[in-house]
DNA sequence: ATCCGTAATGTAATATTATAACATAAAATG
DNA sequence: CATTTTATGTTATAATATTACATTACGGAT
């Protein structure tokens, strides 16, 4: 069976963030090794604060964090760090808000699709091959061979959406 | 029939841009008086601008043009006319690249599916209902609502893959 | 035509996002 | 353990975007 959403699609506003976090670590961190990688403890812990915060937050949040944390920081630490975790799947940029958002599947080449809630500003992740095809595939009709996609949605989520029956 | 490209998705690399620039502007023009929208001066030299490059051009790109073009200008002056232009459809923000593009289809109240060519730098437009019609099928699978698509796409143009024959 | 209210533009300052360039430190490799 | 590579620290600056407030131009009422 595939998957066509991501575990932490829209998990329940109550739903226990700290259980996520760690399994997103260890998951890259299992990773890492399984791919020679480096998994330095700033990249750990650039990690760990873009999923404690469960949704877009920009690098210079970041890096207030980094600093909360007593880790001497600037600028280039922070992209530095992000630009590998991106690199490998780890994070994806959404470009839309210029922030950046964790991925539990670093594994998968996928092409993430962003569902971006207006309401609670979480972001779902769907990986759907189906309109990942049909992109290229009309891109295909006028001559246009693809190789990346952006796609990024706004919208409610089904969390939100349920909450206005007061 | 329904198009689903835009005319100005990557003519040939010859053609000719002062009649497609005037093209852009005449309709520009047409759609604002039939709206009741003021097409002032300013508005209507960003948009010639933006459709000089017939590229995406960033905002500080339009501001030295406007300079050149020996107008007084600062930052706001550029980003308000761009405003305008987007909010009217006019133009199109490309999120991935920070940049404009010039759209011929005021009119339609189109989703933009953008085609980026890594070469030619030329961006093409679809706007395909069917792409807009699956992602919005897809979200709402995971009870998704969606009310705006950004769709981006890098890839290589059919001009450019033809000229490789050297 | 003149006044008035609104919309557009001018202007200065500043916020936000991102990178370049070079120095230092830590790790992997032989 | 010496060497080479990779990662991080540090300073400065580039690139993108907005806020706040002053001024001007426009459109509608009288």
């Known amino acids: 069976m595939t998957k066509s959403i991501s575990a932490n699609a829209f998990p329940a506003h109550e739903h226990d963030h ?13 990773h890492c090794v399984a791919h020679q990688l480096r998994f330095t403890p700033l990249r750990r812990q650039v990690l760990e604060i873009v999923w404690s915060r469960h949704a877009p937050i920009g690098a210079y949040e970041i890096l207030d964090e980094l600093r909360n944390e007593s880790r001497a920081a600037a600028p280039p630490t922070v992209y530095r760090a992000l630009e590998f975790l991106v690199d490998h799947g780890f994070v994806h940029k959404i470009e839309s808000l210029n922030a950046f958002v964790g991925c539990d599947r670093p594994d998968s080449e996928h092409v993430g699709q962003f569902l971006i809630c207006g309401s609670c500003h979480q972001v779902g992740e769907l990986d759907d091959p189906e309109i990942a095809k049909l992109i290229a595939k009309k891109a295909k009709t006028v001559g246009f061979d693809v190789s990346h996609q952006t796609i990024e949605v706004r919208g409610v989520c089904s969390n939100c959406a349920g909450e206005n029956h007061a």
């Open 18 to 30: 700290t259980v996520c976090i760690a399994d997103a670590l260890d998951s890259a961190e299992q």
